[in-house]
């Protein structure tokens, strides 16, 4: 069993920054590949970020491609998404995952534990 608690969201103004946090537990953290997901009401779940298991590798959306940053601390078994330049368009229930092996990956089925989601709301 793996647990994910994310943390970090909040209330920012367009164009500021915030960095959510992913804590995970209850299994080798540094075996597996990370991604960031979000979604809006009445909207599916979409990709953000991901990262390999070793942080070597990473991918973005589009949408937020030169804006955020995925980054992995194996030590502290926590993965972290900073985000600058937010946007309203931004604004979403942020969601970390973890999934099976060590490659990184935009495709939620991919993924087999999620975390609880944190709020982010960007005012313009």
Same mark, same amino acid.
């Given at each position: ?29 540094s075996s597996s590949a ?9 909207? @599916?779940?979409?990709?953000? /970020? &991901?990262? %390999?298991?070793?942080?070597? !590798?990473?991918?973005?959306? +589009? ?28 604004? @979403?229930?942020?969601?970390? /995952? &973890?999934? %099976?092996?060590?490659?990184? !990956?935009?495709?939620?089925? +991919?993924?087999a534990y999620w975390g ?9």
């Amino acid at each position: 069993q793996v647990q994910l608690a994310e943390s970090g969201g909040g209330l920012v103004q367009a164009g500021d920054s915030l960095r959510l946090s992913c804590a995970a537990s209850g299994r080798t953290f540094s075996s597996s590949a990370m991604g960031w997901f979000r979604q809006t009401p009445g909207k @599916a779940r979409e990709f953000v /970020a &991901t990262i %390999s298991r070793s942080g070597g !590798s990473t991918a973005y959306a +589009d949408s937020v491609k030169g804006r955020f940053t995925i980054s992995k601390d194996n030590a502290k078994n926590t993965v972290y998404l900073q985000m600058n330049s937010m946007k309203p368009e931004d604004t @979403a229930v942020y969601y970390c /995952a &973890t999934k %099976s092996g060590p490659y990184p !990956s935009d495709r939620s089925y +991919d993924y087999a534990y999620w975390g609880q989601g944190t709020q982010v709301t960007v005012s313009s």
